[in-house]
């Protein structure tokens, strides 16, 4: 995306810079087992918030989440 853009529209789904960034944030988060409960579930909202964004990118077309406990639950969400 150029710079002076933040966000575009993909197949009228809302994608914003830094969306596969907060992503992999968030998996982090996710899949860390010494994380807070509440941190971890603040990172799921985050992650099924984004999803619609994702998959409009294609990210996943491309990439494997290698957490195969994260990969189920992405896959499980529609």
Aim: overall charge positive; cysteine-free.
């Amino acid at each position: 995306m150029p710079d002076h853009l933040d966000h575009t529209r993909i197949d009228g789904v809302l994608v914003r810079k830094g969306s596969v960034g907060a992503f992999l944030a968030n998996a982090r988060i996710w899949t860390n087992a010494q994380a807070d409960a509440g941190a971890r579930a603040q990172a799921e909202r985050h992650i099924a918030e984004a999803l619609p964004a994702l998959r409009a990118l294609g990210l996943f077309e491309v990439l494997e989440i290698r957490d195969p406990r994260l990969r189920a639950w992405v896959a499980g969400q529609g």
